[in-house]
Structures are given as structure tokens and as C-alpha cells.
């Protein structure tokens, strides 16, 4: 076989690999409702613990609303790379399961509830 043809091989399938890669990336897309509070910890440091879970990539924030003193509310959007679970046998709804549960145990969390069932998008 000639260096040349070995290398036109190689590169075929360096691009098909990239391809498929690109074509499987998927994320989660999770919306819902955070009720913490900012006694002793702020909005910033509970959504850093958040980032920390693991599978969320992004948190996002709106509409934020007092409810009492030092507790408020706020919508969370949440993205989820599907990457880590594969091992586990993949994102399933258990797994949403587990991530919620998750957040409830942050520092600062009083309650956090799904909106909506997560939905993927294709990247």
C-alpha cells in the first residue's frame, strides 16, 4: 500500500468519526422552579453548586420573586449533557430523578420542582 493511499484512508475516516460525533451530540434542555433561600448563601453560590452537579453544563435564571423574608423564587433553565450517564447506561428518567434530587440537597435550596419533562436537542 502507498504512503499516499494510507493517507487518503486515514483522513476518510478522521472526517466520518467527526461527523458521526457531531451528528450524535444531543443536551437536555430542563426547566423549573427554585424556592431558596439567601440567608446565608446568595443566589451566585447556590447555582455555582448547581453548575457543580454532575451532566449540568448551563444554568440560567429569570423571574425572580420575593415570597418572605430571606426566600425567594426563581425559574431555572437548565442543560444537561447526556455524556456522563452513557457509562451508567444512559440519561433516562431516573437520571432526572437523581439530578433533582441533587439540587434539593444544595445548601440554600428549600424546594426545586420540574416544570416540564426534558427535552432534547439536537446540537
Known amino acids: 500500500m502507498k504512503l499516499s493511499e494510507l493517507k487518503n484512508i486515514i483522513r476518510e475516516e478522521f472526517t466520518s468519526a467527526l461527523k458521526e460525533k457531531k451528528g ?16 446565608n448563601r446568595n443566589l451566585e453560590e447556590i447555582l455555582s453548586d448547581i453548575r ?9 435564571t429569570t423571574g425572580e420573586k420575593k415570597l418572605a423574608d ?23 428518567q431516573e437520571k432526572v430523578k437523581e439530578l433533582t434530587d441533587e439540587i434539593r ?7 426545586f420542582r420540574l416544570k416540564n419533562e426534558p427535552e432534547l436537542k439536537k446540537l
Open 24 to 39: 450524535d451530540s444531543t443536551i437536555y434542555h430542563i426547566d423549573g422552579t427554585l424556592v431558596f433561600s439567601n440567608k
Open 52 to 60: 457543580a452537579v454532575k451532566g449540568i453544563t448551563i444554568v440560567k
Open 70 to 92: 430571606n426566600v425567594y423564587e426563581t425559574t431555572l433553565k437548565l442543560k444537561v449533557d447526556p455524556y456522563p450517564f452513557i457509562p451508567l447506561g444512559g440519561f433516562k
Open 105 to 111: 440537597k444544595i445548601d440554600g435550596v428549600k424546594v
